[in-house]
């Protein structure tokens, strides 16, 4: 045994070391509780103690390294063996922590050279701070290492799991949501040399939540060439999935978007072409307007996609000035009920509304209300901002929706999706120039009792706070 402690202390870059055993592991009949490597039973007392003021190393964290006080080190006598001087170097004691699926099995306290660093230190080091979930199991596909990745994305701890059955644990689940059979194991795929690359899979948290997961397995075998672990890597791939449905959306949006208008367009000019057309002024002249409209609004889905892009790219330019909101709210307002006069808009500004630093095109663009009947456009000010609110009485939008409705090509999922023309772009858009005003915008609403919108600009000058004298 003490061949095997000292060859571990050696690998470990360790000059001198002791592995204390765990109570749950001593064997009385051993009557050893402890195997010393290259130390003095009587100085073994003053490691202890020196250990036991410091960090304790644990599961979640195995590895503890600290500097070996220069007193410590004359008191154990680490000799050099060429020179057989004491050695003048600062050394460090670590202390590594060893279970297995059964439990624990003890700690090795071991002496080293400052900045020395094993393989296995390289190792743990990957291990632990790896951006990707990592666990290892033993043949019989029990978890026995389970990385701070793997527990921040299954919300388990490592000592929660360590034993347990890998697959119920995860429950993964394919593409569709099926649950996987054990004879589709990854790891198991592994363990009959099967090669498993980026398999992708749903993988259950502890709560129930589930994410979409890339699983790359393999397996470490024996000079036998027999399966003795299996590795299982997880990367989280939710976000990828998120983008690829955007892009699909995007194309099914623009496709949509890009039809209609171009359908009624080429009707119209189709009509207006034909040599047999017989057209009063009056039908003519509809016809005409309509074509107009369809072309704008082809420009308008245009030009939120060049808007977009830029935002993107982080080319939004802005010209910041000194604002004054109530005649900009007005006007929007007077331009909107001239287009549209069956939409009744209430005005609540209050008087001496304070002067914002804003770009003036761009408030405009943001102003633009919603598509119902009746709104309601209030403002009001505070120390540092002045919060601009649009509100309805529409449908209204769950909370659900509310956590996603300013990201892009997103749409609530009701009937005003159904009803109401669009890319999902708007809201963005907004978003992004307010942001880029070093404001901020939110939706508070309710399901069946209107949204309201509200956006904050920062003024000019900021309120003066009332003295107080004591």
């Not at 009937?415 to 858009?429: A, D, E, K, S, V």
């Not at 309710?446 to 309201?452: F, I, N, R, V």
Request: charged residues 25%; negative net charge; glycine residues 8%.
């Amino acid at each position: 045994m003490t061949i095997l402690v000292g060859s571990a202390i050696r690998l470990l870059c360790g000059e001198a070391g002791v592995f204390v055993v765990s109570n749950e592991a001593f064997d009385p009949q051993s009557s050893a509780e402890y195997i010393l490597y290259q130390l003095d039973a009587l100085v073994l007392p003053a490691l202890l103690a020196s250990v036991q003021v410091g960090i304790q190393p644990n599961s979640a964290r195995p590895h503890v390294v600290s500097p070996l006080p220069a007193a410590l080190v004359s008191q154990i006598g680490i000799e050099d063996k060429e020179t057989g001087e004491e050695e003048a170097r600062d050394f460090e004691r670590c202390s590594l922590f060893l279970q297995d699926h059964i439990g624990i099995l003890g700690v090795i306290h071991y002496l080293r050279p400052a900045g020395a660093y094993s393989c296995f230190d390289r190792l743990a080091a990957i291990f632990q701070h790896s951006a990707e979930g990592i666990l290892t199991v033993d043949r019989a596909l029990r978890i026995i290492d389970f990385n701070p990745a793997m527990e921040r994305l299954t919300g388990w701890r490592e000592s929660e799991v360590l034993g347990r059955f890998y697959f119920e644990v995860l429950r993964p689940k394919d593409r569709q949501g099926n649950d996987l059979g054990l004879q589709d194991s990854p790891i198991l795929q592994a363990f009959a040399g099967q090669t498993v690359v980026n398999r992708e899979m749903i993988i259950s948290a502890r709560d129930g939540q589930r994410f979409d997961a890339s699983v790359t397995a393999s397996c470490v075998r024996s000079t036998r060439g027999e399966p003795m672990n299996g590795i299982l890597n997880i990367r989280d791939i939710t976000r990828e999935r998120e983008q690829e449905e955007q892009r699909s959306t995007f194309i099914s949006v623009i496709s949509h978007e890009l039809q209609t208008p171009i359908a009624i367009i080429k009707g119209y000019a189709s009509t207006l072409a034909r040599t047999d057309a017989m057209l009063d002024s009056e039908a003519l002249h509809s016809r005409l307007l309509a074509v107009e409209e369809e072309a704008d609004r082809l420009n308008k889905l245009v030009g939120n996609l060049l808007y977009a892009s830029r935002i993107q790219a982080g080319g939004l330019q802005m010209e910041i000035t000194p604002l004054e909101l109530p005649p900009l709210i007005e006007g929007v307002v007077r331009r909107l009920q001239a287009k549209s006069p069956d939409i009744s808009v209430t005005l609540d500004i209050p008087p001496n509304l304070p002067t914002v630093m804003a770009d003036r095109d761009r408030i405009e663009e943001v102003l633009q209300t919603p598509q119902r009947r009746v709104v309601t456009v209030a403002s009001r000010a505070t120390g540092d901002e002045v919060i601009v609110s649009v509100s309805d009485t529409g449908i209204g939008i769950s909370l659900r929706d509310q956590e996603e409705i300013f990201t892009r090509f997103r749409r609530i999922g009701n009937q005003l999706t159904r009803t109401t023309p669009g890319t999902g772009l708007g809201l963005y858009i907004c978003h992004a120039i307010v942001e880029a005003h070093g404001g901020h915008i939110w939706v508070e609403s309710a399901l069946h009792e209107g949204s309201t919108f509200s956006f904050s600009l920062p003024r000019v000058e900021k309120a003066r706070l009332p003295m107080v004298v004591f």
